[in-house]
């Protein structure tokens, strides 16, 4: 069964609490246009949009156009200061990489170092915010080393991991010309970690809005 055919069997229900659509941002992707770690990121902001949440994507061609980070003073490029603003604006993230070599690849772990530029605000990295994870990479071994990388980097900048992280193995096709995936497990994965995110954040919203209403 594909993710299409999931979705035209269940609609899509609109599950957003009073208070609001979370924002969920999806980072990921590779250089190659059209690569399986984008298409992986957008089947997961699908489920995310289905589940409540506004959803925005800074995929491969937006990732390949930052600068190596330099940690020396300097004015940020546009691109830096986009990615800086929306981690901020965002309830939740959900990132998407490669495996390569064991590990998560250059480009996103560039994408994450930049987060240091927005280390003096007061949403210091991806403070408070629920995080998914997403690898696709050709064999299982490289799948779950690279997750731990990552939920590991994901710790060190203050996020919340979700409790589970999908790891897709491309060693085989793995979705169709729609952009569907072709396995049923592959679309659960997915469709969890983005429902993860949604929860969370709704769970923090509800926490913040209770502090608000709280007697003081």
Known sequence: MTTRHLVEDQPPVDRSPPWGHPK?????????AGSTTERALSVALQAAEAAGAEVQLLGGDFLAKLPIFDPRPGGPTPEQRELVEAIAQADGVIIATPGYHGSISGVIKNALDTLELGRDDQGLYLSNKPVGMIVTAGGSQAGGTSLMTLRAIVHALRGWPTPFGATLNAGAPLFDGVGSCLNLKDTLQLKTVA??????????????????????
Do not use: W
């Open 24 to 32: 969920v941002l999806g980072i990921g992707g590779t250089t190659r």
């Open 195 to 216: 429902e993860q995110v949604v929860e969370f954040a709704h769970m923090k919203s509800a926490l913040a809005s209770a502090k608000l209403r709280a007697p003081h």
